[in-house]
């Protein structure tokens, strides 16, 4: 599945690619690398999103981050996280930085596996920018979307890529600001609204 994001930023147009699907081929996308031997085959069947960036600015210009937020469910229990996801690189205390990638023009990868029985993932990622490229701690959605997968008794379902606007920036905002005190991340426009909350189902 294919889908395409357009955006703004400083008075230049630009989209996101976003590929989506069933993780066929584990070491296609570098489970081996992961040292997780357990996950390699479990991966099979979950989903694997790229979204790729396309913007006519430059250097500093295009400097842009993508941030996720998840919700992750481990029935029969109902334990709930709501966490920000980053690289384990940016986990260190001396890093805090609300990155899921970052870079000119970044793309964004994830391939989620789980070896969990019954579980329920449910993510939000946005494309956001800073008014200053990268001097301050201040972030500003450009577009984004929402995606997620169910276990059920080991078996992997995929559920849609959707669109996502204000609603789930709103969302991932409270659990953002919770974690990044320090960080302003700004509200989106309202008539950038596409979806709803994403809720785990």
Same mark, same amino acid.
């Given at each position: 599945m294919r889908i395409s994001l357009a955006f703004a930023l400083r008075s230049r147009a630009g989209h996101v690619e976003v590929e989506y699907g069933p993780n066929e081929e584990p070491a296609r996308w570098?489970? +081996?690398?992961l040292g997780l031997e357990s996950l390699v085959e479990r991966s099979r069947g979950c989903p694997v999103v790229r979204a790729s960036v396309e913007y006519p600015g430059e250097g500093y210009a295009a400097a842009m981050g993508w941030i996720q937020v998840t919700a992750q469910r481990w029935? +029969?229990?109902?334990? *709930? *996280?709501?966490?920000?996801d980053v690289a384990p690189q940016m986990q260190a205390v001396d890093a805090r930085m609300p990155y899921f990638a970052f870079g000119v023009r970044p793309t964004f990868f994830d391939a989620p596996s789980t070896d969990d029985r019954d579980y329920e993932f449910r993510a939000a990622a946005f494309l956001t920018a800073s008014p200053d490229a990268l001097m301050t701690p201040v972030v500003e959605p450009l577009c984004g979307f929402s995606w997620g997968y169910r276990v059920v008794d080991e078996t992997p379902h995929i559920d849609p890529l959707e669109p996502a606007g204000a609603? *789930?920036?709103?969302?991932?905002?409270?659990?953002?600001?919770?974690?990044?005190?320090?960080?302003?991340?700004?509200?989106?426009?309202?008539r950038a609204d596409l979806g709803q909350e994403p809720t785990l189902r």
């Open positions: 570098g489970y +081996p690398l029935p +029969p229990a109902e334990r *709930e *996280e709501l966490l920000v609603a *789930e920036w709103a969302w991932m905002r409270r659990t953002l600001e919770r974690d990044y005190p320090a960080w302003t991340f700004r509200e989106a426009d309202p």
